[in-house]
């Protein structure tokens, strides 16, 4: 069974504290791996999209990368209104049946402090 | 543009009721679909569709029903509400590059 694991679940930082999220995924077939910022009440907001081991993409204080089997979102200093929660989730390729189906890790819960 | 707006933001009902809840987007995209999110859960697919008149199940069809007679809108609708439909209801439509917009969704309770 495809499987998207995210850790850990809450993680609070101080400003300027940098650390990572992990995104660990158990799927064959990956076409692509996809990162999300949700805010309380709110939807999902897209960040990042990664298609390949070894790529990186960045977006002000956050670096998301990706190896053969998970993926990480770095955040650099960073500060109080980077709170959110992060969710990653992952698509196959047509070919195993995947083309239409998104399937979400359960998302890290990051708060930043003053 | 508006992107993709769902209505209404809140609602309750009584088992057995049966509702609507709407979805529409202006960002001429073929690609929708509905998913419910739960505590410790991650967002689960519902329904989607590739284009109007053209509609699939996802991961947790039963209870469910779409239609898709246009590009823009996209309802779900809840046929006998059960409490085990409590949850929020995201709908979301897809870019080129598989990228998804998601509306603000709507918080549905069932009693």
């Known amino acids: 069974e495809d499987q998207v694991t995210q850790s850990p679940e809450a993680l609070r930082l101080q400003e300027g504290e940098s650390s990572s999220l992990n995104c660990s995924y158990t799927?064959?077939?990956?076409?692509?791996l996809f990162w999300y910022r949700q805010d309380p009440g709110k939807g999902p907001e897209f960040l990042f999209t990664?298609?390949?081991a070894g790529e990186e993409k960045e977006k002000e204080r956050l670096k998301a990368t990706l190896t053969k089997k998970e993926s990480f979102l770095h955040i650099t200093a960073p500060k109080p209104e980077d709170s959110a929660t992060y969710l990653c989730a992952v698509q196959l390729g047509v070919l195993t049946g995947g083309g239409n189906k998104l399937t979400f890790g359960t998302g890290t819960q990051l708060k930043v402090e003053l | 543009n508006a992107g993709v707006t769902q209505t209404p933001k809140f609602q309750v009902l009584k088992t057995g009721q049966s509702m609507t809840l709407q979805c529409a987007q202006d960002?001429?995209?073929?690609?929708m679909s509905w998913y419910r999110q739960d505590p410790g859960m991650g967002l689960r697919l519902i329904h989607y569709s590739v284009g109007a008149g053209i509609t699939d199940q996802g991961e947790v069809p039963n209870g469910y029903n779409v239609s898709r007679s246009t590009t823009e809108d996209f309802p779900l609708r809840l046929l006998s509400a059960a409490p085990s439909q409590t949850s929020v209801y995201f709908c979301a439509t897809r870019g080129t590059h598989y990228e998804q917009y998601f509306g603000p969704g709507t918080r549905l309770t069932v009693t």
């Open positions: 799927v064959s077939g990956l076409r692509g």
């Open positions: 990664l298609y390949s």
């Open positions: 960002m001429n995209h073929e690609y």
